[in-house]
């Protein structure tokens, strides 16, 4: 069973719009972690971010911000004023008390911004 | 900086053929794995080791195996490669979840293996 769903397939923006990249997970564990992770058309996949289940805070980087929300299973992404350079396939990603750190991946995001 | 390189980055190999993919990581983590990433399908999780001559199967483990001799190498093994194999395979290694940095996953380039 899909336990990370990203229903968007394909985002097309232009430059400076902010997008929001959205992220629907499901676990029954009351431990587990929720991840970011870019892949640049290079290919290499990046770390963005790491949350733990027991921090709701949210998380500002720069022009990235994650929404964390348990109430609703979700973990959402969001880029403000685009850029192009943020063209990349973005991974959300679940991780559970007994994986060993193994991650379960979305399909992923991606992202186009157009000048 | 973490390094985890690939040993091949393309190959073409033949139906039947037994095809080893290599792995080697320079910052002495316990965790590494083994995903494939297919157009539509993201990134599957194949097998994943959290220390030497352990191994665990990920979600599609089937016609796969895995090596661990050493810490800093990690090999994906096809027995007998099939054309539903064609796929890029991504090695990864991680700190140990006692650091603190669990899950943070850092990625070799990606070996794209064509089977015909």
């Known amino acids: 069973a899909q336990k990370v769903t990203q229903a968007q397939t394909e985002i097309s923006v232009v430059e400076k719009e902010d997008v929001t990249l959205d992220c629907v997970y499901e676990?029954?564990?009351?431990?587990?972690?929720l991840f970011w992770y870019k892949q640049p058309p290079s290919g290499e996949l990046v770390f963005l971010i790491r949350?733990?289940?027991?921090?709701?805070q949210n998380e500002i980087s720069g022009r990235y911000s994650w929404n964390f929300q348990k109430s609703t299973s979700s973990f959402n992404f969001t880029i403000t004023a685009s850029q192009v350079v943020d063209s990349a396939v973005y991974f959300c990603a679940l991780s559970e008390t007994n994986s060993g750190y193994a991650l379960n991946f979305g399909k992923g995001t991606s992202l186009l911004v157009t000048p | 900086d973490v390094k985890v390189t690939q040993s091949s980055r393309y190959l073409v190999k033949r139906t039947g053929e037994k095809v080893f993919l290599e792995c080697v990581q320079d910052m002495d983590h316990e965790n590494m794995f083994w995903y494939r990433q297919d157009p539509g399908l993201g990134l599957r999780l194949i097998y994943f080791s959290y220390d030497v001559k352990m191994k665990e199967k990920g979600d599609i483990p089937e016609g796969y195996s895995v090596s661990r001799e050493k810490k800093e190498r990690f090999s994906l093994i096809l027995e007998s490669a099939s054309t539903n194999q064609t796929s890029m395979y991504l090695c990864a290694s991680s700190f140990p979840g006692t650091s603190g940095r669990g899950g943070e996953l850092f990625f070799g380039e990606g070996s794209r293996l064509t089977v015909l």
């Open positions: 676990t029954r564990d009351t431990t587990y972690y």
């Open positions: 949350r733990n289940s027991f921090d709701e």
